[in-house]
């Protein structure tokens, strides 16, 4: 299993990049969102990537980011949605919008995507409201401030992984983020939103 790639970026398409990695090219399938984050050809990329089989055909999925895998993940296991559909709804939302669409049952939100229907929204709705919640709402439906910085995602994602749930643990890198600032790195972020989540 391919869980990450670093390479070079070789050449991209409407809906993929090749990555250059150690003479082997790969390529990857992505949203628009992710692809647009790659810079010129040549430069440093680095993807988290989902390998995806079936009878009759095998691809490499990348991801800007491990809280966009996450959603990824979270898509395709809902019936009816393949990882094109995925993609989409991936290309037209971030991850802590399509949270925050699912905590708040916004079915219009998530069928603004490219081949997703009213009833398919209101599928993804339904079966992903007791999975997802990064970003949705915490106690006496209180917000929890956006996450807005590069590693905000990677941070949360850290944190649940920890054990925390995803409401704690993105107040808890939320807080961080803010005393830090946006320049903070991955680690200092990760360090000061465990201290902030155990109190």
Excluded: C, W
Aim: hydrophobic share 45%; no cysteine.
């Amino acid at each position: 299993m391919i869980a990450k790639l670093t390479g070079t970026l070789d050449s991209m398409g409407h809906d993929h990049a090749v990555i250059d990695v150690g003479g082997v090219g790969y390529l990857v399938f992505a949203s628009s969102r992710t692809l647009s984050g790659l810079s010129g050809k040549g430069d440093r990329v680095v993807l988290h990537t989902e390998m995806q089989v079936s009878e009759t055909d095998m691809r490499l999925i990348g991801f800007a980011s491990a809280s966009e895998r996450d959603g990824f993940r979270l898509l395709t296991g809902v019936q009816g949605v393949g990882s094109k559909v995925a993609l989409a709804i991936l290309s037209a939302l971030t991850p802590e919008e399509l949270a925050r669409a699912v905590a708040q049952g916004d079915k219009a939100m998530i069928a603004r995507s490219q081949g997703v229907g009213p009833k398919l929204a209101l599928r993804i709705v339904n079966e992903l409201k007791d999975k997802m919640g990064a970003l949705s709402l915490g106690p006496a439906g209180i917000g929890i401030p956006a996450l807005v910085g590069n590693h905000a995602a990677d941070a949360v994602s850290a944190l649940q992984n920890l054990g925390f749930k995803p409401a704690d643990a993105a107040r808890a890198v939320a807080g961080a983020e803010e005393e830090l600032g946006d320049g903070a790195s991955l680690d200092a972020l990760v360090r000061l939103a465990l201290k902030k989540a155990a109190r």
